[in-house]
């Protein structure tokens, strides 16, 4: 996300991250601003001071896949750092993003929470869902924004207007166009013969089901993404952080897995972001992230909130991560 709203204008002045890789990698790319540790662990009175705060909690709780405890779990509380952050330098405007399963999270009651909380700081709350496919993602990936706007501006949110119709939307092919010239995350793995003939009977835009089941190539599978090949002609289903069995994406050609810069390409990344770590580690820092080319598109939505008539000062260029 940080990198959609640099492209947009913004200047990131603090960030804090858990993951060394994923710290390694934002330091690469973005300046050593990061704090690595525990967000438990962070010192909120040494927050600089900032228009915006943007980035995710902890979404594992709230995921529509896997069995989840939702805002009951010690990682679904995780978001009350996010509010203490807010409440610390009252920014005018935050920005969080989780999956669409927090908007059903304990039969709503985790939603209503958090916007609760949000709103008890001074802040107008809204709550939408987005396919980032909308705004240029070359990927169908729906995920929750919550925006939050002071209530002492005059500004009012609303969604913004899809850039993207389904008939425009950005494919697969568009995207990993010319890909192979790529120089960074661009390793190809070492894989089973059996698995490569596995994705060699799986037809383009199919997953494991494609197979017959009396097959002696037939697995077993619980989700869509186990064996799932890209369609070149339309854009990728949602490319996920982590799992084994199958579920690490396949090219619509090639009998193969997804290099990691093919995954970034799916989500707008330009190939001079350069992702730091093992394969496994720079496969989840890209599924787990935003994709910058629809966080511009929101954060350049935003830029009137800082020119609000209910605040004369300059074009805020700070934000927190």
């Not at 039969?107 to 609760?116: E, N, S």
């Not at 001074?122 to 987005?130: A, F, I, K």
């Not at 186990?226 to 994406?249: C, E, F, M, N, Q």
Request: glycine share 10%; with cysteine.
């Amino acid at each position: 996300m940080d990198l959609g709203f640099r492209q947009a204008g913004y200047q990131v002045v603090w960030a804090n991250d858990f993951e060394p890789a994923a710290c390694a990698t934002y330091s690469r790319n973005f300046g050593d601003h990061i704090v690595q540790g525990s967000i438990a662990d962070v010192d909120f009175s040494t927050l600089p001071e900032a228009d915006i705060i943007v980035g995710g909690f902890p979404c594992q709780d709230f995921s529509m896949i896997w069995k989840r405890g939702g805002i009951e779990t010690e990682r679904g509380n995780l978001y009350r750092y996010f509010v203490r952050a807010v409440r610390t330098v009252q920014p005018k405007v935050f920005v969080a993003e989780n999956v669409k399963g927090l908007l059903t999270a304990n039969g709503g009651a985790a939603i209503d929470q958090i916007k609760r909380d949000f709103e008890g700081l001074g802040y107008r709350v809204s709550v939408d869902l987005y396919n980032f496919a909308d705004y240029g993602t070359p990927q169908l990936r729906e995920r929750v924004l919550i925006v939050g706007v002071r209530n002492d501006l005059s500004y009012l949110f609303a969604k913004p207007k899809a850039t993207h119709s389904p008939d425009e939307y950005v494919s697969a092919g568009e995207a990993l166009k010319g890909v192979e010239s790529a120089h960074f995350n661009n390793e190809h793995q070492n894989i089973k013969p059996r698995t490569r003939q596995i994705i060699a009977a799986i037809p383009e835009g199919k997953n494991f089901s494609a197979i017959d089941p009396s097959s002696p190539l037939y697995v077993k599978g619980m989700i869509s993404h186990v064996y799932r090949r890209l369609d070149r002609s339309k854009p990728s289903t949602t490319i996920i952080a982590g799992g084994g069995g199958g579920t690490w994406g396949y090219h619509f050609e090639e009998p193969r897995p997804l290099t990691n810069r093919e995954r970034a390409r799916l989500f707008g990344y330009p190939d001079d972001f350069i992702f730091e770590g093992s394969i496994s580690e720079v496969r989840k820092q890209i599924g787990n992230s935003v994709p910058p080319v629809a966080a511009e598109a929101i954060a350049k939505h935003l830029l009137d909130a800082f020119d609000s008539k209910a605040d004369s000062s300059a074009l805020a260029e700070e934000e927190v991560a």
